[in-house]
């Protein structure tokens, strides 16, 4: 129903920056909320940054100031921007979609993952 595709990861150094992107595909007009989580090694999964279909957006406070979220609703893409990187923003990077509508004019509240992007920030 929704797929999405994660990009833009990588190793970089504390201070870096880096920009992830996810692309929403499949049988959709559109999406609602759109948001970034996070998990690192022996840590639940945790919010990072969301935008609503309005462009409201939410953000961590460890993370306020350092990362913007934006999104395309033409193109169902959210971004990530990642800037004065540190060595504990280390984790994989999960898109998150929450709410759609599918074709042919199904509106769901189901949340929908991608399969995650290793961001791994060196001190």
């Known amino acids: 129903q929704v797929q999405l595709v994660e990009s833009g990861g990588g190793l970089v150094q504390a201070g870096g920056s880096l920009r992830l992107s996810c692309a929403a595909s499949g049988s959709i007009f559109s999406v609602n909320d759109m948001g970034w989580y996070r998990q690192a090694p022996g840590k639940q999964r945790e919010l990072v940054a969301t935008i609503t279909d309005g462009g409201n957006t939410n953000y961590a406070d460890s993370v306020k100031g350092r990362f913007t979220i934006s999104r395309d609703n033409i193109k169902n893409t959210v971004y990530l921007q990642m800037n004065v990187l540190k060595p504990e923003d280390t984790a994989v990077y999960y898109c998150?979609?929450?709410?759609?509508?599918?074709?042919?004019?199904?509106?769901?509240?189901?949340?929908?993952w991608g399969q995650g992007t290793q961001v791994t920030v060196s001190s």
């Open positions: 998150n979609v929450h709410g759609a509508v599918l074709r042919p004019f199904r509106p769901t509240t189901d949340d929908y």
